[in-house]
Nanobody, 124 residues
Framework: QVQLVESGGGLVQAGGSLRLSCAAS????????MGWFRQAPGKEREFVAT????????YYADSVKGRFTISRDNAKNTVYLQMISLKPEDTAVYYC?????????????????WGQGTQVTVSS
């Protein structure tokens, strides 16, 4: 099990940027595929981005391609989500998650551990 704590959320205007961080604790962080998900009020939690255990491969939801960048620093036990050109529809609680799988994972049920979430609000 890995413990995850997100930070960096906040209120920004459309077109602005935010950088989310997910601090992990646990001996096996470097072996996890990491992902970011988001959930808006009244909607299901949806996939945003994922990154392989060594950071070599990334995959993004179509809605964020070209705007969001996921990265990780295993030495710091941290995964990041750099968000630019934010839109009001990006407003959601953003969750960091860890999966024990070693393949592209884009489903909520593929992830084992979750952070508490951080709120991102984008005003128009």
């Amino acid at each position: 099990q890995v413990q995850l704590v997100e930070s960096g959320g906040g209120l920004v205007q459309a077109g602005g940027s935010l950088r989310l961080s997910c601090a992990a604790s646990g001996r096996t962080f470097g072996s996890y595929q990491m992902g970011w998900f988001r959930q808006a009020p009244g909607k299901e939690r949806e996939f945003v981005a994922t990154i392989s255990y060594n950071g070599g491969n990334t995959y993004y939801a179509d809605s964020v391609k070209g705007r969001f960048t996921i990265s990780r620093d295993n030495a710091k036990n941290t995964v990041y989500l750099q968000m630019i050109s934010l839109k009001p529809e990006d407003t959601a609680v953003y969750y960091c998650a860890a999966s024990s799988q070693f393949a592209r994972v884009v489903n909520v049920y593929d992830y084992d551990d979750w952070g508490q979430g951080t709120q991102v609000t984008v005003s128009s």
